[in-house]
């Protein structure tokens, strides 16, 4: 995968508590200058408000920066919460990550 793409794979719980963690990881690939980051949940098992709450606020980072975000591999609590937030709008969301690097290759051609 090229190195303009970052994958950040969160872990367990997303909350209040691992957003700081989350920006940290947003911010360090907005300084790398990637072009591309792919927010992967497969390792998630929960998301609360507070846990949205954060991908609201990195998604408006990483546009005001010019750079895209995408999500994969949510699970369907998180999907849920999602849809009932109606940020299934919002977000663009892939299946998994093979779906996601399909249309990516597809895209650079």
Do not use: W
């Amino acid at each position: 995968m090229s190195s303009a793409v970052q994958i950040i794979e969160p872990k367990g719980i997303l909350d209040g508590t691992k957003a700081g963690d989350f920006r940290d990881n947003i911010d360090r690939s907005i300084k790398n200058g990637v072009q591309i980051i792919l927010v992967d949940f497969t390792n998630v098992t929960f998301m609360d408000s507070s846990g949205l709450g954060t991908l609201v606020l990195s998604l408006k980072t990483v546009r005001n920066a010019g750079i895209k975000m995408f999500l994969c591999s949510i699970n369907e609590q998180i999907k849920m919460l999602f849809e009932l937030t109606s940020m299934d709008r919002v977000f663009e969301i892939f299946d998994n990550r093979e779906e996601f690097e399909k249309i990516l290759s597809s895209n650079a051609q």
